[in-house]
C-alpha cells in the first residue's frame, strides 16, 4: 500500500521558517514525480510545487516563488518543502500527493501536515 | 493561467438522487496530443482529496461506476447517478492540459438534504 506522510508543520510568526517533510513508502519512491498542495482555512486546493523523479525539473506557483524550495531524497525515500519568509497567508494545511503522469495530477495524497502563520 | 469555474458551488442532493457538477475552463482542455487533460476530486470532510477521474472520464481504480465523467473542450461535468451518503464532501475539478501550474475549481460543497 502507498503512503505518504507528511511532518514539520507547525506554528511561525510572519518572516520565519519552516521545513516540511514527506516520508513515502509501499513504491518506489524515485520512479515518481510529486506535488505539494495546499489548502488555506475553509478554502480550496491550491497546487504550489512540482518536482521530477530526478529533480531535473522543478516547477512553483507564482504565490510561493523565491520563497519556498522543493527537493527530494530518493535514498531517503522522502520529498521536502523548505519555505522561508513566511506570510500569515501562507497559513493552510499542506499535502504531499504523488504524480503517476503530469497532465494526469496528483493520484496519491498524504494526510496533510498544518502550518500556521500568525503574530 | 487557466480559470476553472464550478457551479453549483452548493448541491443538496437526497439520498438516492442523481448528482451533477458542472466545470468550465477559461480556454480550451484540449492538448496539443489530441488529449484533454481534465480531473476531478472527492474530499471527504477532515480527509485528504481522493481523485475520482482522469482525463475527463477515466474512473481511478476503486471508483464506483456511479461516478461519471464527461464532457469536452472547455466544458466538462461530474455526474453520480445515485447519491450514497458517503458521497458527501467537496468535489474539485483541475486542469493538467496548461500546466505548470494546475489548477482547480473552486470546489462544490455536496450534502445530503
Known amino acids: 500500500e502507498v503512503q505518504l506522510v507528511e511532518s514539520g508543520g507547525g506554528f511561525v510568526q510572519p518572516g520565519g521558517s519552516l521545513r516540511l517533510s514527506c516520508t513515502v513508502s509501499g513504491i518506489t519512491f524515485s520512479a515518481y514525480e510529486f506535488n505539494w498542495v495546499r489548502q488555506a482555512p475553509g478554502k480550496g486546493l491550491e497546487w504550489i510545487s512540482y518536482?521530477?523523479?530526478?529533480?531535473?525539473?522543478?516547477y512553483y506557483a507564482d504565490s510561493v516563488k523565491g520563497r519556498f524550495t522543493i527537493s527530494r531524497d530518493n535514498a531517503k525515500n522522502s520529498l521536502y518543502l523548505q519555505m522561508n519568509s513566511l506570510r500569515v497567508e501562507d497559513t493552510a494545511v499542506y499535502y504531499c500527493a504523488r504524480t503517476m503522469w503530469s497532465y494526469y495530477g496528483m493520484d496519491v495524497w498524504g494526510q496533510g501536515t498544518t502550518v500556521t502563520v500568525s503574530s | 493561467d487557466v480559470v476553472m469555474t464550478q457551479s453549483p458551488l452548493s448541491l443538496p442532493v437526497t439520498l438516492g438522487q442523481p448528482a451533477s457538477i458542472s466545470c468550465r475552463s477559461s480556454q480550451s482542455l484540449v492538448h496539443s496530443d489530441g488529449n484533454t487533460y481534465l480531473t476531478w476530486f472527492h474530499q471527504r470532510p477532515g480527509q485528504s482529496p481522493r481523485r475520482l477521474i482522469y482525463?475527463?472520464?477515466k474512473r481511478d481504480s476503486g471508483v464506483p461506476d456511479r461516478f461519471s465523467g464527461s464532457g469536452s473542450g472547455a466544458d466538462f461535468t461530474l455526474k453520480i447517478s445515485r447519491v450514497e451518503a458517503e458521497d458527501v464532501g467537496v468535489y474539485y475539478c483541475m486542469q493538467g492540459t496548461h500546466w505548470p501550474p494546475y489548477t482547480f475549481g473552486q470546489g462544490t460543497k455536496l450534502e445530503i438534504k
Open positions: 518536482i521530477s523523479s530526478s529533480d531535473s525539473t522543478i
Open positions: 482525463r475527463v472520464s
